[in-house]
C-alpha cells in the first residue's frame, strides 16, 4: 500500500460545476497538508497549504483535513476552463515540507469542458 | 518578488555522463529541495538543503547528489547516468526548514537520458 492514495483520473466536468479531490493516506503522522496544481511544462503551485484537522477556504477553493479517516479532499466551486490541470495532494509529519519532505500524491488529471 | 529559478530548462544527456543542475531559490529562503518526477513514480523527494548543510534524504543512490553555496543557490549533480533518470527535476525553497513554511517550486529541468 503507498503512503499517498490519489485517483488520476482523468476527471473531467463541465465548466460551473463543483470539483471534489480526494487523497487518502495511512501514516498517521502527517500534520501538513497541501494541494499543488500543476499546468502542463510547469512546476507544482502551491494552492492550499492547512495543518491538522478542519476547513480552509481561500476564494473558490475549499480543503478539507479529516485525520482520523486519514482523508483529505479539495473542493473547487465555480469550475473553469483555466482550472483544469493536475492537482497534486502532499503531506508531511514535521513541517511545511522543508526539513523531511513532502510525499506526494500521484495526481489528478482534472479537465474542465466549455 | 521572483519565484525559484532552475536553469537549463531542457537538457539531453548519454548513458554514462554526469550532469549538473542548477537552482536559484525565492529571495530570502534559505532552504532549497529537490524533487525527482517521473509518470510512474509521481514525486519523490531527493534531498534538502538548508545553511549549505544536507539535513535530509530521499531513497536514491549515491549517484544523485547536492550542495548549497553561501547565497543559498543549490546545484545537484546525478553521475554515471542511466536512462532511468530521466525526468522532470524539480527545485523548491521554502522560507525556513521549520513549522508553517511551505515550498514554492521552479518550473524544473527536464533530463533525457539516452
Known amino acids: 500500500q503507498k503512503e499517498v492514495e490519489q485517483d488520476p483520473g482523468p476527471l473531467s466536468v463541465p465548466e460551473g460545476a463543483i470539483v471534489s479531490l480526494n487523497c487518502t493516506y495511512s501514516n498517521s503522522a502527517f500534520q501538513y497538508f497541501m494541494w499543488y496544481r500543476q499546468y502542463s511544462r510547469k512546476g507544482p503551485e502551491l494552492l492550499m497549504y492547512t495543518y491538522s484537522s478542519g476547513n480552509k477556504e481561500d476564494g473558490r477553493f475549499t480543503a478539507q483535513v479529516d485525520k482520523s479517516s486519514k482523508y483529505i479532499s479539495l473542493f473547487i466551486r465555480d469550475s473553469q476552463p483555466s482550472d483544469s490541470a493536475t492537482y497534486l495532494c502532499?503531506?508531511?509529519?514535521?513541517?511545511?515540507?522543508?526539513?523531511?519532505?513532502?510525499?506526494f500524491g500521484k495526481g489528478t488529471h482534472l479537465i474542465i469542458q466549455p | 518578488k521572483a519565484g525559484v529559478t532552475q536553469t537549463p530548462r531542457y537538457l539531453i544527456k548519454t548513458r554514462g555522463q554526469q550532469v549538473t543542475l542548477s537552482c536559484s531559490p525565492i529571495s530570502g529562503h534559505r532552504s532549497v529541495s529537490w524533487y525527482q518526477q517521473t509518470p510512474g513514480q509521481g514525486l519523490q523527494f531527493l534531498f534538502e538543503?538548508?545553511?549549505?548543510?544536507?539535513?535530509n534524504k530521499g531513497n536514491f543512490p549515491g549517484r544523485f547528489s547536492g550542495r548549497q553555496f553561501s547565497n543559498s543557490r543549490s546545484e545537484m549533480n546525478v553521475s554515471t547516468l542511466e536512462l532511468g533518470d530521466s525526468a522532470l527535476y524539480l527545485c523548491?525553497?521554502?522560507?525556513?526548514?521549520?513549522?508553517?513554511?511551505?515550498?514554492?517550486f521552479g518550473n524544473g529541468t527536464r533530463l533525457t537520458v539516452t
Open positions: 502532499a503531506m508531511s509529519a514535521r513541517s511545511g515540507g522543508g526539513a523531511d519532505g513532502l510525499t
Open positions: 538543503y538548508f545553511s549549505e548543510t544536507q539535513r
Open positions: 523548491a525553497s521554502s522560507l525556513v526548514a521549520v513549522n508553517n513554511s511551505p515550498l514554492h
